[in-house]
């Protein structure tokens, strides 16, 4: 248990659905990401949220949308999406994403959500 | 860019000390090496960093060359729950939110 939880665990939708994966952390942390990871490629950094604010978006399609309403949660809305998203999609927390401090720096991963795109 | 390099794979036997080594030839004074783990379909996990000095904590040991190039994960008595893919990422402390990672070294702790 990492103290960051993810759900749902899997998810398998069609290209016209709407849904949304959802990220909790129990850890004080200010600042929380989104990461891609498609089979057999390394983990791609989506969006970077610190204070509830974004701070980074690396050319993510508008068909992804992220929301973070406090600094505990944190969403991924999904609509229109193609067979190639389907991935792992892992979010992750630290203490602060800036900090003069490497261990603030340090991110905490939930367990992920399996998406499946039909 | 991940800037490190690893072997893709690697095997180690039950209870033996594994070492898993990283090139980071290109590395800046101030950007440090941090390890994660991931095991299969689960997140990354955090390991252990480093800047200079050789770290320990209750996972592993993180041994860093005196030029800084280079750096070796340990894990002093590997078991079978330690096989997993191994990132060795470089960063600068306070970059934001950058975790770069490659393709990681495959670790296989047999019996």
């Known amino acids: 248990e990492t103290g960051v939880t993810q759900t749902p665990r899997h998810l398998v939708m069609g290209m016209t659905n709407k849904k949304s994966l959802k990220c909790e952390q129990h850890?004080?942390?200010?600042?929380m990401y989104w990461y891609k990871q498609s089979a057999k490629k390394p983990l791609e950094l989506m969006f970077v949220?610190?204070?509830?604010?974004?701070?980074e978006n690396n050319s993510v399609p508008s068909r992804f949308s992220p929301e973070c309403p406090n600094s505990s949660h944190l969403f991924l809305h999904l609509h229109t999406l193609q067979p190639e998203d389907s991935a792992l999609y892992l979010c992750?927390?630290?203490?602060?994403?800036?900090?003069?401090?490497?261990?603030?720096?340090?991110?905490?991963f939930g367990a992920g959500t399996r998406l499946s795109v039909l | 860019d991940a800037k490190t390099t690893q072997p893709p794979s690697m095997d180690c036997a039950e209870g033996r000390a594994a070492n898993l080594p990283c090139n980071h030839s290109?590395?800046?004074?101030?950007?440090?090496v941090y390890w994660y783990r991931q095991i299969h379909s689960q997140g990354p996990q955090y390991i252990i960093h480093g800047l200079k000095n050789n770290e320990t904590n209750e996972m592993a040991s993180l041994i860093i060359t005196e030029d800084r190039k280079s750096s070796t994960l340990i894990l002093p008595h590997a078991t079978l729950r330690d096989t997993a893919v191994y990132y060795c990422?470089?960063?600068?402390?306070?970059?934001?939110?950058?975790?770069?990672f490659g393709q990681g070294t495959e670790l296989s702790v047999k019996p």
């Open positions: 949220y610190s204070l509830e604010e974004r701070v």
């Open positions: 992750a927390s630290s203490q602060d994403s800036r900090g003069r401090s490497s261990a603030k720096n340090i991110q905490y």
């Open positions: 990422i470089v960063r600068i402390y306070n970059q934001g939110g950058k975790l770069i």
């Open positions: 850890l004080g942390h200010n600042a």
């Open positions: 290109t590395i800046s004074g101030n950007e440090y």
